[in-house]
């Protein structure tokens, strides 16, 4: 992504900020693994959305007005000794000439700097909460401006979030951030389908996962966007399971949950299939049941439909079906009244989806749900997870079936990102049988 891309949003964001703020932003520090092992450094994703700054020991400063510059990074400064063995560091003229910082000062010298920069500011914004230690730092620099009130200096006195405004404008995707989530997809679609061709009785869940991660690898994608779940068995009905210990066997429903996350920006995608490559009457049942569910739920994705309607036309096919299987006994519209699918479909049938799994935006404008537009993206993951229960005849037992895909919202409907993953029984047995 060029970084105009970057210069783009704080231009954004910083109009909608307003003269006489600043906005404070630091970089993820880094997190301990085990004793003096760090884990692979990942960006913080709104500091990354702004600066494309990949560094950890980095802040920015965004200051609207600002004639000798709005934008100025803190960062690490150019070190031979320690890049011989960690890789080199842009410095403080990368930060000026490669991320178009206005003006770049060396992190060691941040306490002495920034105080000065909040100065006759009237707000900051800066999001409280997230770290305590830099939270003390930022107080300690506005009480570092208040004594110096008898000059004729003063500090800002109103705190806000950065949180509304910057997740707000991370809700609508550029031409740019599609690209990468798009190449996100095209790479899980891989992986899921190297899977399907692998898989066999007496394998473990985590050769599959292994399969997986070496297909992101292999592509680009330095590690997936969240924990792979491979989940067989009974574990198929388990929601976020991520174990991986257990042999497959023959007769196995199993669940794959998995995606890359490329250059920060995060793939989504459920698919379950039998573990020896033929779906069992019942298996077969289920599937096509969530299968209608799914394709319910994505036909409803579409600009002026509100964020649930998906999820409404989800549940509305999966109760008439458990009706149709006679898991559920009753009228319909009633069982759906009463919730009483949530035994065995408990969960939303989707969430924001980009530079984190889990993505930002609100689901509610005040009590009203969101209306959908252009430019956002979401999962579509209905599913069914049939676990043992006494009311529940035990053919069916252990049958977890989820189906998800990443979605684009577009002007005059819907795309599906992840629409390379086979979806169809067909399809799913013809690559499993192509071993």
Same mark, same amino acid.
């Not at 884990?39 to 700054?53: A, I």
């Not at 510059?69 to 080199?88: M, N, S, V």
């Given at each position: ?9 704080? !231009? ?32 913080? =994703? ?44 842009? /410095? ?21 700097? *920034? ?24 107080? /300690? ?19 806000? =979030? ?11 995707? =550029? ?25 066999? +009785? ?48 023959? /007769?196995?429903?199993? *669940? ?32 096509? *049941? ?21 999820? !409404? ?15 559920? !006994? ?11 699918? !949530? ?38 993951? +209905? ?19 989820r189906i998800e895909d990443d979605v684009l919202v577009t002007k005059t409907g819907h795309e599906v990102l992840s629409g390379d993953t086979p979806k169809t029984i067909a399809e799913i047995e013809a690559v499993m049988a192509a071993n």
């Amino acid at each position: 992504m060029k970084h105009s891309e970057y210069g783009k949003r704080r !231009k954004k964001f910083m109009d909608m900020l307003g003269d006489d703020s600043i906005a404070i932003l630091p970089a993820a520090p880094e997190k301990i693994r085990n004793r003096d092992v760090s884990f692979r450094y990942r960006p913080d =994703s709104d500091f990354y959305y702004l600066t494309g700054f990949a560094e950890p020991e980095a802040v920015i400063a965004l200051i609207p007005g600002r004639e000798q510059g709005e934008f100025i990074l803190f960062c690490r400064a150019r070190d031979p000794e320690k890049e011989i063995w960690h890789g080199a560091r842009a /410095g403080l003229e990368g930060a000026r000439n490669d991320y178009g910082a206005d003006d770049a000062y060396p992190f060691a010298d941040m306490d002495d700097i *920034l105080p000065g920069l909040l100065e006759n500011r009237e707000r900051i914004y800066y999001t409280m909460g997230n770290d305590a230690a830099f939270d003390q730092r930022v107080l /300690g620099w506005v009480n570092q401006v208040r004594s110096k009130a008898r000059s004729g200096v003063h500090a800002p006195e109103e705190y806000v =979030s950065l949180n509304h405004i910057l997740h707000d404008m991370r809700l609508y995707k =550029s031409r740019a951030e599609l690209g990468k989530l798009r190449k996100a997809a095209a790479i899980t679609a891989d992986a899921h389908i190297r899977a399907m061709r692998v898989c066999r +009785p007496g394998l473990m869940e985590y050769q599959l996962e292994a399969e997986l991660l070496h297909e992101f690898m292999r592509q680009g994608a330095h590690s997936a966007a969240y924990p792979c779940i491979v989940g067989s068995g009974a574990n198929s009905c388990v929601l976020h399971y991520s174990d991986n210990t257990r042999e497959m066997q023959d /007769g196995d429903i199993l *669940l794959i949950d998995a995606g890359a996350e490329y250059d920060c920006y995060a793939s989504d995608v459920t698919r379950s299939f039998p573990v020896n490559g033929r779906f069992s009457s019942r298996q077969r049942a289920v599937y096509e *049941l969530v299968l209608a569910a799914q394709l319910a739920a994505i036909d409803a994705v579409r600009p002026g439909n509100h964020w649930d309607q998906p999820h !409404k036309a989800a549940v509305a096919v999966l109760t008439d079906g458990l009706v149709d299987l006679g898991i559920l !006994k009753g009228s319909p519209e009633a069982l759906q009244e009463q919730e009483a699918y !949530k035994p065995y479909f408990m969960h939303k049938t989707g969430h924001w989806l980009g530079m984190d799994v889990h993505d930002v935006g609100d689901y509610k404008i005040g009590e009203e749900w969101r209306l959908l537009e252009p430019g956002m993206t979401l999962t579509i993951e +209905p599913g069914l997870y049939l676990q043992p229960r006494e009311e529940l005849a035990d053919a069916w037992w252990n049958i977890g079936v989820r189906i998800e895909d990443d979605v684009l919202v577009t002007k005059t409907g819907h795309e599906v990102l992840s629409g390379d993953t086979p979806k169809t029984i067909a399809e799913i047995e013809a690559v499993m049988a192509a071993n």
